[in-house]
């Protein structure tokens, strides 16, 4: 069911908040956690933020301006954070950072970032409602919202002369 109210919604109410403990499985062959690790951990707990303002079914339509910044690795644990960051029609905007905990010194630092994008799996007659950013954070990757979308619309249309071309025959065929 979708939110239907005219009012906008706080970036706070869509928070999603997540740890996980970094184990020798997570690893790959340099001691880091691999990338697919993070990125599935990602769309996993990114998408609750965006079922928290659409109270509806929701599909990942991409992932963007991903920035892996520090490595983690054994003995980190990672805490991701995401809310909604921008909402159009169908689709909305989800903002995600890990911030990596080393567990022996409790220092801690920022891993990684990436915007997701999420789209209604049926569709609604009503607009998303609106997010209302609260601190300083949330303020600067909203204001952002509008060009990214732009930036998308843009992209899409490029990505879709490339899909035009791609030869789907078996390559094992004479």
């Given at each position: 069911?979708?939110?239907?109210?005219?009012?906008?919604?706080?970036?706070?109410?869509?928070?999603?908040?997540?740890?996980?403990?970094?184990?020798?499985?997570?690893?790959?062959?340099?001691?880091?956690?691999?990338?697919g690790k993070l990125l599935?951990?990602?769309?996993?707990?990114?998408?609750?933020?965006?079922?928290?303002?659409t109270h509806a079914k929701?599909?990942?339509?991409?992932?963007?301006?991903?920035?892996?910044?520090?490595?983690?690795?054994?003995?980190?644990?990672?805490?991701?954070?995401?809310y909604v960051s921008g909402?159009?029609?169908?689709?909305?905007?989800?903002?995600?950072?890990?911030?990596?905990?080393?567990?022996?010194?409790?220092?801690?630092?920022?891993?990684?970032?990436?915007?997701?994008?999420?789209?209604?799996?049926?569709?609604?007659?009503?607009?998303?409602?609106?997010?209302?950013?609260?601190?300083?954070?949330?303020?600067?990757?909203?204001?952002?919202?509008?060009?990214?979308?732009?930036?998308?619309?843009?992209?899409?249309?490029?990505?879709?002369?490339?899909?035009?071309?791609?030869?789907?025959?078996?390559?094992?065929?004479?």
């Amino acid at each position: 069911m979708i939110n239907l109210s005219i009012q906008p919604i706080s970036c706070n109410q869509t928070l999603a908040v997540a740890t996980h403990r970094i184990f020798p499985p997570d690893l790959n062959e340099h001691q880091t956690v691999f990338g697919g690790k993070l990125l599935s951990l990602v769309d996993d707990s990114a998408s609750v933020a965006a079922v928290r303002l659409t109270h509806a079914k929701v599909v990942t339509a991409s992932l963007d301006h991903i920035n892996f910044l520090v490595p983690f690795q054994l003995d980190n644990i990672i805490s991701m954070e995401a809310y909604v960051s921008g909402t159009g029609h169908r689709s909305l905007e989800v903002f995600a950072k890990l911030i990596g905990e080393d567990l022996m010194t409790g220092k801690r630092f920022l891993g990684f970032t990436c915007f997701l994008t999420y789209v209604l799996s049926t569709p609604q007659a009503a607009s998303l409602p609106t997010v209302r950013p609260v601190t300083k954070e949330q303020r600067y990757v909203c204001a952002g919202y509008l060009q990214r979308y732009q930036e998308r619309q843009a992209q899409r249309a490029s990505e879709q002369a490339l899909i035009n071309h791609v030869n789907l025959d078996s390559p094992f065929q004479p």
